[in-house]
């Protein structure tokens, strides 16, 4: 059974730490919901009721778009070793650009990567964990290098484009706040 909290306690915070990727959900008013697997080195938790996200370039950018509509955000991990789990932690996000006044503070927070093109500043409202007694065990191999291999191979004015062409506009045809 389910059980639901109001911030993330130190036993969750470890739990977080343990998982080698996380899920995000966000979505606007209308149009389609996002569900998006994360990983990397780029999540931390700032404390019980903040996390800090760092969105690195990807094929699209719902989240960002859905947030310029409705802030809400929740995010998901699940253990796919040792004790069955999955955390949900239900919250509120503000995004921040490349450029914007808050930044340098909470880039410092991560490695530097040169396609980063949002941090989402989470707001924790509820905590939710069930059981995932049927997620299946799974071995972590590592980190793939496929992202590192693009940025690369591109120029910061060639991310950029891609950002104008790939990230502008969400799959509904809705602005995400970049390249425009």
Known sequence: MGKQFEALEEAHQRFIAD????????????????????GMDSLRVLGPNRILWMNLTGSGNETAGHLLESPRMTLMWCSFTKRPMILRAYGTAQTIHPGDPDWA???????????????????????????????????YAGERPTMQHWVDNKSDAEIEAYWTDRNSKTIDGKPTGLGT
Do not use: W
């Open 19 to 38: 998982q080698h990727m996380f899920f995000t959900a966000t979505a606007a008013p209308d149009g389609r919901v996002n569900v998006s697997p994360k």
């Open 105 to 139: 503070e909470l880039s410092a927070h991560f490695p530097a990567h040169r396609s980063a093109r949002q941090i989402y500043d989470v707001d924790i409202e509820m905590v939710q964990t069930s059981c995932g007694y049927a997620v299946p065990f799974m071995e």
